[in-house]
């Protein structure tokens, strides 16, 4: 049977691209539809009835929602350029970054560019911290996964592109050379990777997007 | 493998701390259950999870592994004989993996809001969406299941041990509010399946008595309510 690969994104979400980067970097020939969020498709909603919110990958018909799950199924189908280590330690480890990132760092990196007065700077302080325990953990490795980008990397794709185009936004000076130098080089391998740059969306679209979209940050 | 060498750090009334503890049981891995005393955190906690500071932490020699879902993938990755914890086929791990993280980041939250809900009101609507968020599970039930007692099928796996270690907190819930979450009319699937869960080998010497686990609830409501120490 012809495998038959869908994904449902929206072209400036770091979610939808975390599982583009995963189909790119195992090859796999996709269909891609863009979701307008303001006006749901029947097949999202179909393929997504749980959520309603994208990413969902359809494979052969079968859908697939939570952009990390969809990554580890990708890993478990496609099993060449692994995304994830071998070994049970080091997956265990992957997995467990990559959650940190997502409970703890995205909210708060969010709030940070988002919110308003006492808010904000709470959040300044909690995403500092954060960014501090990553620049640790990365310490002189090229990539969180090591040579190659792995799913740490992957779901750390906010940190990676978005944050920096926020930061231009609004003026923020969270992630900065000077404190945080180890992120900042890993940003600059990361987003001249060949399995991550064609998959960014333009920075200019980008920060236009989200400007009409959350108003004007405060800076 | 010695006992010593594969440690839980951990405490009984929690339901994340139950999951590595089934898992290692299902593996007929021994351990050992180092309880951590109610309201301080050890030095080997703070050592093994520096980042979270919370339990549970399986120990395997010396290495840490953190966040329980995560811990039970780990377990079942190494002592990779089966029985297997996580379903064979990639798409059915993904179902499994999905409708875990539906119940640790949708429904716990929810059981949470009845517990923190101000006012008849707000306890009655509080309820009814942990009520409709089992309904979803029923749903799941049934087409993970394919026939057999557990969502594992004929055996437990990685979803019955996710969502089933709520199950000891739910009967509280139940108790304290004078209702029915697991209800005949709307989960009967669940209903049962809850019965197959907790009377499993693995499962009934971790899973408290509702009444033991009731009574720390009570405990606990008072120290979050009490001011905090000097």
């Known amino acids: 049977m012809a495998e038959e690969v869908k994904l449902f994104g929206v072209w400036a979400s770091p979610l939808s691209r975390r599982v583009e980067i995963a189909l790119k970097m195992k090859g796999v020939k996709y269909e891609y539809i863009e979701e307008d969020l303001s006006n749901k498709s029947q097949l999202l909603l179909k393929y997504n009835p749980v959520h309603k919110k994208i990413p969902v990958l359809v494979h052969n018909g079968k859908p697939i929602a939570e952009s990390l799950v969809i990554i580890e199924y990708i890993d478990e189908t496609w099993k060449h350029n692994p995304i994830l280590p071998q070994h049970p330690y080091d997956r265990a480890l992957a997995r467990f970054w990559a959650k940190f990132i997502d409970e703890k760092c995205l909210t708060v990196l969010w709030n940070s560019i988002w919110s308003k007065g006492k808010e904000r700077e709470a959040a300044i302080e909690e995403a500092s911290e954060h960014l501090k325990t990553l620049e640790n953990e990365l310490g002189d490795k090229k990539f969180f996964g090591g040579e190659e980008i792995g799913l740490v990397d992957i779901a750390a794709i906010f940190i990676g592109f978005w944050l920096g185009a926020c930061q231009e936004l609004s003026g923020l000076e969270l992630l900065t050379e000077d404190k945080f130098p180890k992120l900042c080089k890993w940003i600059h391998e990361y987003v001249n990777h060949t399995a991550i740059k064609e998959n960014l969306p333009p920075k200019d679209k980008l920060i236009e997007a989200m400007s009409a979209r959350f108003g004007a940050a405060s800076k | ?230």
């Open chain 2, 1 to 230: 493998m010695a006992k010593s060498d594969v440690k839980v750090l951990g405490a009984w009334p929690s339901p994340f701390v139950m999951r590595p503890r089934i898992a290692l049981n299902i593996k007929s891995v021994d351990y050992e259950f180092l309880q951590e005393t109610f309201g301080s955190k050890s030095e080997l906690l703070l050592k093994s999870n520096p980042v979270h500071k919370k339990i549970p932490v399986l120990i395997h020699g010396d290495k840490p592994v953190c966040e329980s879902l995560i811990i039970v993938e780990y377990i079942d990755e190494v002592w990779s004989s089966a029985p297997s914890i996580l379903p064979s086929n990639p798409y059915d791990r993904a179902t499994a993996r999905f409708w875990a993280s539906y119940v640790d980041e949708k429904l716990f939250p929810s059981m949470k809001e009845i517990v923190s809900a101000d006012g008849e009101e707000a306890k009655k609507a509080a309820i009814q969406v942990v009520v409709d968020g089992l309904v979803l599970l029923e749903d799941a039930y049934a087409k993970c299941s394919k026939g057999g007692k557990f969502f594992g099928g004929e055996q437990i796996g990685y979803l019955d041990i996710a969502f089933g270690s709520y199950v000891g907190w739910l009967r509280v819930t139940e108790k304290f509010n004078q209702v029915k979450l697991l209800d005949e009319a709307k989960t009967p699937g669940l209903v049962k399946w809850a019965e197959a869960f907790c009377a499993h080998p693995a499962v009934k010497d971790v899973m408290p008595e509702t009444d033991k686990l009731a009574e720390f609830a009570k405990v606990l409501a008072k120290a979050r309510a009490a001011p905090p120490p000097k």
